[in-house]
């Protein structure tokens, strides 16, 4: 875990990228949540935040989901683009990933965070 938030830094796009997908796994410890968010929205190079949030995503839960989601709120169009992508990418490849993925949004609408319970409402609203 530790190269994997050094690598976070470096200022090789490549690396930021590995660093994410490495980082995912770890997904729900404090420190690699804030990692995360930063690599999510990576104003260096959009195929960090591609990764990132596919690796994510891959997980297949909630605690995945809701850090993709958070991160729209400060993200750029741009950003915003790719983490769609992602979602959409990974979460409805199958009709089995759909209705996961809609499940996992209909929980987050209830998070405490603002900007996840508006990104899961949205999404529903999309998929639905």
Known sequence: MRSFLQGADSP????R???GRGLAGFAG??????VLRRLLVDGRDTFVTQETAEALLERGDA???RLVLGAFDGADDDTADH?????FGVCCRSREDAERFAALCA??????DGAVRGE?????????
């Open 12 to 15: 090789s796009w490549v690396v």
């Open 17 to 19: 990228a590995a660093a």
């Open 29 to 34: 410890v404090p420190e690699v949540d804030g």
């Open 63 to 65: 605690c995945g989901l």
């Open 83 to 87: 983490l769609d992508d992602a979602l």
């Open 107 to 112: 929980v987050l609408v209830e998070d405490p």
């Open 120 to 128: 899961a409402r949205r999404l529903l609203g999309r998929s639905g």
